[in-house]
């Protein structure tokens, strides 16, 4: 501003201008874009074992008087198991990481667990939470949702069934419908690329289950 000023043969010096804009109330913060280190495309491979990797991501939807709400899904890419389903006005990073505390207190940690790089995931609640358990976190590239396919192709159905058929006014009539929904998916709802059966009788055929409880918050 002092450059463009001078320029235009105003001979006021940099402090009277610098005085004269913060009367003005000029000042603003610069908002500076967060820079995302380089995403490195890896192969979207199906493990051979439950509970290895896992994918997770948001969705988001409203209620009939207009209140937005979001739903954190986490799946098992080993059969598709749908293993937290977690639904909020506001799902910040530490809720996520709370939420995957519980998971792993159930079933023991996975490898990896498969992420876009919303906020959430990429905030230091999670990088400090990958480290102290010693999960890798597996960032697809940016623009990229087809490189986390599995949870992709689950939000498709879950909001085909789920969101788009109902009208809901209120959180509790949303979690209710989709517990009774996730159920149905994991044990009845067969899956063309398990072979047409569903994710809980995939899993019992190809390996030893253990305990493998599902549940929302």
Same mark, same amino acid.
């Given at each position: 501003?002092?450059?463009?000023?001078?320029?235009?043969?105003?001979?006021?010096?940099?402090?009277?201008?610098?005085?004269?804009?913060?009367?003005?109330?000029?000042?603003?913060?610069?908002?500076?874009?967060?820079?995302?280190?380089? /995403?490195?495309?890896?192969? =979207?491979? #199906?493990? !051979?074992?439950?509970?290895? $990797?896992?994918?997770? %991501?948001?969705?988001?939807?409203?209620?009939?008087?207009?209140?937005?709400?979001?739903?954190?899904?986490?799946?098992?890419?080993?059969?598709?198991?749908?293993?937290?389903?977690?639904?909020?006005?506001?799902?910040?990073?530490?809720?996520?990481? /709370?939420?995957?505390?519980? =998971?792993? #207190?159930? !079933?023991?940690?996975?490898? $990896?667990?498969?992420? %876009?790089?919303?906020?959430?995931?990429?905030?230091?609640?999670?990088?400090?939470?990958?480290?102290?358990?010693?999960?890798?976190?597996?960032?697809?590239?940016?623009?990229?949702?087809?490189?986390?396919?599995?949870?992709?192709?689950?939000?498709?159905?879950?909001?085909?069934?789920?969101?788009?058929?109902?009208?809901?006014?209120?959180?509790?009539?949303?979690?209710?419908?989709?517990?009774?929904?996730?159920?149905?998916?994991?044990?009845?709802?067969?899956?063309?690329?398990?072979?047409?059966?569903?994710?809980?009788?995939?899993?019992?055929?190809?390996?030893?289950?253990?305990?493998?409880?599902?549940?929302?918050?």
């Amino acid at each position: 501003m002092y450059r463009y000023l001078r320029e235009n043969d105003h001979q006021w010096n940099h402090k009277r201008v610098y005085r004269i804009y913060g009367e003005m109330r000029l000042k603003h913060r610069r908002k500076h874009k967060k820079r995302l280190p380089a /995403r490195v495309k890896e192969v =979207l491979l #199906q493990p !051979l074992a439950p509970n290895y $990797s896992w994918s997770m %991501d948001f969705m988001a939807d409203s209620l009939v008087n207009g209140r937005r709400f979001r739903v954190l899904n986490i799946i098992d890419d080993f059969n598709r198991e749908v293993l937290s389903m977690t639904i909020d006005t506001s799902i910040r990073s530490q809720r996520v990481v /709370r939420e995957l505390s519980n =998971l792993v #207190q159930w !079933l023991g940690r996975p490898e $990896s667990i498969r992420v %876009d790089n919303g906020p959430e995931f990429i905030a230091g609640y999670m990088k400090n939470w990958s480290k102290e358990y010693g999960v890798r976190l597996q960032f697809v590239q940016p623009g990229s949702p087809t490189q986390n396919a599995f949870v992709e192709r689950f939000n498709r159905t879950y909001r085909e069934a789920v969101l788009n058929r109902y009208l809901f006014e209120n959180l509790s009539q949303v979690t209710a419908l989709s517990r009774e929904w996730m159920w149905s998916y994991n044990h009845e709802r067969p899956h063309d690329s398990l072979g047409y059966k569903s994710p809980r009788r995939f899993l019992s055929q190809r390996s030893d289950p253990g305990k493998y409880p599902c549940f929302m918050q």
